[in-house]
């Protein structure tokens, strides 16, 4: 009882907003779309958040979900603490969802604008069996006009262990790089289109043997 009234009184005091600081809250749907692959994709990518400037509490969610079998999907939440006007460090629990299994990380990452205006994170996660895992999401947005926006992706993810329930073996698991084109019909809504190439490695290649280039069709939108 001490340690959840500690926690409360620490999470408490966090998110205690300051002057004239006040409690914002987002949702983005950075990518909700169809992926023309071999598998016919419904994929999505999602962050919200709610808290002040300097602190606030984020929740990731990511997966795919093919024609033919059930979604898998990666979902973090997450304490966030900006140490710099650009970058923030964050720690928080990761919950990973298979069809056949799922498996919960300890995750410590950083988020925020690299050199180029490069929007970059990197999460590691920490497995109770020991597993380490690296997982790194780094895009760019091109304005081609005030509305034509062109954004390359790239992601990369990595693990110490192989995990054949989970899907993946050690070392660099997948790569994906991507480029996706939208139109702001309004800022908070865009449709888009795109093309992207994805390869799994190692372990996981003979697991979900993937080497393949495709168009996806989406939206973008936050309100």
Same mark, same amino acid.
């Given at each position: 009882?001490?340690?959840? /009234? /500690? ?54 969610? #990511?997966?795919?979900? +093919? ?11 997450? /304490? ?12 928080? @629990?990761?919950?990973?969802? !298979? +069809? ?21 994170? @990197?999460?590691?996660? @920490? ?24 954004? +390359?992706?790239? !992601? ?15 070392? @660099? ?22 093309? #992207? ?27």
């Amino acid at each position: 009882m001490k340690n959840l /009234l /500690l926690l409360s009184l620490f999470v408490s005091s966090l998110f205690a907003g300051g002057g004239g600081d006040i409690l914002r809250a987002n949702f983005l749907a950075d990518s909700f779309e169809y992926q023309f692959n071999d598998e016919k994709t419904l994929y999505w990518d999602t962050s919200a958040y709610i808290g002040y400037d300097a602190n606030k509490i984020y929740i990731y969610s #990511e997966g795919e979900k +093919p024609q033919d079998s059930q979604a898998s999907s990666e979902n973090q939440i997450m /304490l966030s603490h900006a140490i710099t006007p650009f970058w923030d460090v964050q720690a928080g @629990v990761d919950y990973d969802s !298979t +069809p056949n299994a799922n498996k919960t990380w300890g995750v410590v990452a950083i988020q925020g604008l690299a050199p180029y205006f490069f929007e970059t994170r @990197v999460a590691l996660l @920490v497995a109770d069996d020991g597993a380490l895992g690296v997982r790194i999401d780094a895009d760019y947005e091109a304005l081609i006009t005030q509305k034509l926006i062109l954004t +390359p992706r790239f !992601t990369l993810d990595a693990y110490s262990q192989d995990d054949i329930s989970m899907g993946y073996g050690s070392g @660099v698991s997948n790569i994906t790089l991507g480029a996706r084109l939208r139109y702001e019909i309004r800022r908070e809504f865009a449709p888009y289109i795109g093309v #992207e190439w994805a390869k799994n490695f190692g372990l996981t290649q003979t697991l979900a043997p993937l080497n393949s280039a495709y168009g996806v069709a989406g939206i973008r939108f936050w309100f």
